[in-house]
T-cell receptor, first 111, second 112 residues
Framework: DARVTQTPRHKVTEMGQEVTMRCQPILGHNTVFWYRQTMMQGLELLAYFRNRAPLDDSGMPKDRFSAEMPDATLATLKIQPSEPRDSAVYFC?????????FGNGTRLTVT | GENVEQHPSTLSVQEGDSAVIKCTYS??????FPWYKQELGKGPQLIID?????GEKKDQRIAVTLNKTAKHFSLHITETQPEDSAVYFC???????????FGKGTSLLVTP
């Protein structure tokens, strides 16, 4: 069963530190999304890529967040510097003219 | 942009009863409406979807209905079981493969 793989599953860090989250999309999927989930806001779209090119990152705080796809098998989401309000579960999802498939997320806690 | 409203936020039913979750959307250009189920500690998983050229779709105990005129769609779960307990999300977007806008979720509890 093909699946989206996210690492790490959990991350605890101190305010001001850099955080990098990684995602391996399903092989052959050409669209990759990053979502953030919190109790208050639900699932929010941060950014997405098609064929590795960024299509929309308007949901991302640009001063501290960055998203990249160095190659077709890896997507990264970086936060620098991290803040307590960034604490959330970050999901990666991929698709190709098909429904989105989600990974199991990275739970980030910033103290 | 698309705004998706979902109700209720919590729903408790007895095993064997039916559960209905409703969503409305704002963008009349939206033509793809998936439903996701999220269990604790996991990512959302697609359970059923419908496109705007179809009014209803069924998969065993799960069905989705779509009213394009009123811009609302609903998830129906019949003969509920305890393992149906989870958070359910509706979503809408203009075309499959593009970004989904999600509702805020419904926490469903099925009690034995």
């Amino acid at each position: 069963d093909a699946r989206v793989t996210q690492t790490p599953r959990h991350k605890v860090t101190e305010m001001g530190q850099e955080v990098t989250m990684r995602c391996q999309p399903i092989l052959g999927h050409n669209t990759v999304f990053w979502y953030r989930q919190t109790m208050m806001q639900g699932l929010e779209l941060l950014a997405y890529f098609r064929n590795r090119a960024p299509l929309d990152d308007s949901g991302m705080p640009k001063d501290r967040f960055s998203a990249e796809m160095p190659d077709a098998t890896l997507a990264t989401l970086k936060i620098q510097p991290s803040e307590p309000r960034d604490s959330a579960v970050y999901f990666c999802a991929s698709g190709f003219n098909s429904p989105l498939h989600f990974g199991n997320g990275t739970r980030l806690t910033v103290t | 942009g698309e705004n998706v409203e979902q109700h209720p936020s919590t729903l408790s039913v007895q095993e064997g009863d039916s559960a209905v979750i409703k969503c409305t959307y704002s963008d009349s250009a939206s033509n793809y409406f998936p439903w996701y189920k999220q269990e604790l500690g996991k990512g959302p998983q697609l359970i059923i979807d419908i496109r705007s050229n179809v009014g209803e779709k069924k998969d065993q105990r799960i069905a989705v209905t779509l009213n394009k005129t009123a811009k609302h769609f609903s998830l129906h779960i019949t003969e509920t079981q305890p393992e149906d307990s989870a958070v359910y999300f509706c979503a809408a977007n203009p075309n499959s493969g593009y970004a989904l806008n999600f509702g805020k979720g419904t926490s469903l509890l099925v009690t034995p």
